[in-house]
């Protein structure tokens, strides 16, 4: 006996396509989430990520007083409009995914940057909204040091409209010496042209940390 299969039709604008009915839409998967976030991590344990990492511009740099990993990034070193984004991303989750495990703690140096460095506001979001809960949750402190007008802003927009969950997080310093307070001097490797805009800036030895185990965002 030859079973007759019936066609049901979608109309969409001028074309009418017709598909089986025992198609059903919950047989088409939709990645969630966690699936995305994987498939990049798989990624980025696997490619050629050299582009991004010879810049020198993300790296992690010692712990700080209370014993969490320092990540250091460097704004002027990050050619936004000259770089592969999505091989950025992957560095990022390359470098970050075995640190976020526990608390840690960013220090942004905006030191002499320029819109050269700045990327798109969409692209940060897209990077916010790709990365999972624990890079949000084991975030304790976000340091911008040397902010400018932009920091400003866009750390406003960003806690209000975004991320408020991390807003009491970030602290914006003025020099490199208000960092000592939660993180050792030696325990900070940071490029000569921040410290050298830092004494011409600021001069030597402006601020006399205080030397305990407490911290800003402990």
């Not at 020198?56 to 990993?69: A, F």
């Amino acid at each position: 006996m030859t079973q007759m299969v019936t066609m049901e039709s979608i109309d969409l604008s001028d074309a009418t396509i017709s598909i089986p009915p025992e198609i059903q839409v919950d047989q088409i998967h939709i990645e969630t989430p966690e699936e995305r976030y994987e498939r990049l991590l798989r990624r980025a344990k696997t490619e050629d990520l050299s582009e991004v990492s010879g810049i020198g511009c993300l790296y992690q740099s010692g712990v700080d007083r209370l014993g969490r990993p320092v990540v250091v990034f460097c704004g002027k070193w990050f050619p936004a409009h000259n770089i592969d984004l999505e091989k950025a991303l992957l560095y990022l989750i390359y470098l970050l995914d075995p640190i976020v495990k526990g608390d840690y703690v960013i220090a942004y140096f905006h030191t002499l940057t320029s819109s050269n460095n700045y990327p798109s506001l969409q692209w940060l979001k897209d990077v916010y909204s790709i990365l999972p809960y624990k890079y949000k949750k084991n975030l304790k402190a976000f340091y911008i040091v040397h902010p400018t007008f932009w920091t400003k802003m866009m750390t406003w927009w960003f806690t209000t409209f975004m991320a408020p969950a991390i807003k009491t997080k970030v602290h914006s310093l003025p020099g490199v010496e208000h960092l000592y307070s939660a993180i050792a001097k030696d325990q900070l490797e940071i490029p000569a042209y921040i410290t050298e805009y830092d004494m011409a800036t600021n001069g030597i030895h402006y601020f006399q940390p205080i030397t305990n185990t407490s911290s800003p965002a402990s």
